[in-house]
C-alpha cells in the first residue's frame, strides 16, 4: 500500500513539471499495487487524464471506461463521454461511434440510422425555425441538472461527429439547438456559434440574411456561466 502511495506522489510531481508520459507510467505502477479495495474512479480517472495529455488516447478511454462502474451515478455519464473522445482523437471512429450512440441512448435519442434519416431531422428542424423563429433564450431561467446533462452528451456527440460524419452532426446539432436556446447561457452560446458555422458552411452566401440574424443574438447581452 505503502509503494502505491509512494508511486501516485510520484505521479503528481511528474505531472506538476508537465511529464506526462512519466505521470502516466508512473499512476499505471500505483494502479498495480493498490489493493483492489482501495481502487476508486478518481484514480481510474486520473490515469487516463495522464494518459490523455500524453497523447495515449485510447488508453486513456480504456482507463475511463474503467472508471465508470466505480463512479456514482452522476459521475458515470461524463466519464464515458469523455472515453467518447478520446476513442474519436485514437483515430478508433467505430469504437467511439458505439459509444456516441450509447450515450444518445442514455438521454432518450437514437443515433440517426442514416444520412436519409439525418437530413429529415435537419430539414424538419430547419422548417421549425423558418416557422416560429429562434427563440429568444430567457436570461433568468437556470437548467436543471438533468437538461444540462442532456447537453452536454448532445454537444460531445455533435462537436466528435463533425469531422467524420457531418451529416449525421447536424442531426445532433439540431437537437441540440432546440434545448440550448431555452436559456441564456453557455449552452445558448455555443448553439448560436455551431449554427453560423453550419448555415456558412451548407447554404453559403444564401446564408447571409439568417448569418445576420443568429450574429445579432450571439451579440445581444450577456449569457451565464
Not at 486520473?46 to 478511454?61: K, N, S
Not at 473522445?85 to 467505430?94: H, P
Not at 441512448?105 to 435537419?122: D, K, S, T, W
Amino acid at each position: 500500500e505503502r509503494a502505491g502511495a509512494q508511486a501516485i506522489d510520484a505521479a503528481q510531481r511528474a505531472a506538476q513539471k508537465l511529464a506526462w508520459e512519466s505521470a502516466a507510467e508512473l499512476h499505471g505502477l500505483a494502479l498495480e499495487l493498490v489493493p483492489e479495495r482501495e481502487l476508486t474512479h478518481a484514480l481510474q480517472e486520473q490515469h487516463g487524464d495522464y494518459l490523455a495529455y500524453a497523447g495515449h488516447h485510447r488508453a486513456a478511454a480504456h482507463a475511463y471506461l474503467r472508471a465508470v462502474p466505480l463512479a456514482p451515478a452522476n459521475a458515470r455519464t461524463p466519464l464515458s463521454r469523455r472515453a467518447a473522445q478520446q476513442l474519436m482523437r485514437a483515430g478508433d471512429v467505430r469504437a467511439a461511434t458505439a459509444l456516441l450512440s450509447q450515450l444518445l441512448g442514455e438521454i432518450g435519442l437514437r443515433f440517426p440510422r442514416n444520412e436519409a434519416y439525418a437530413l429529415a431531422v435537419c430539414l424538419a428542424g430547419r422548417l421549425r425555425r423558418r416557422v416560429s423563429g429562434v427563440p429568444s433564450p430567457s436570461p433568468t431561467r437556470r437548467r436543471p441538472a438533468h437538461e444540462e446533462q442532456r447537453l452536454a452528451t448532445l454537444a460531445t456527440v455533435y462537436a466528435e461527429l463533425w469531422l467524420v460524419d457531418p451529416v449525421r452532426a447536424l442531426a445532433i446539432h439540431t437537437w441540440f439547438f432546440a434545448d440550448a436556446c431555452r436559456s441564456k447561457d453557455r449552452y445558448c452560446l455555443q448553439a448560436l456559434t455551431w449554427e453560423v458555422s453550419n448555415l456558412a458552411v451548407v447554404d453559403g452566401p444564401a446564408a447571409l440574411p439568417r448569418l445576420a440574424d443568429r450574429q445579432v443574438r450571439l451579440s445581444d447581452g450577456k449569457v451565464v456561466a
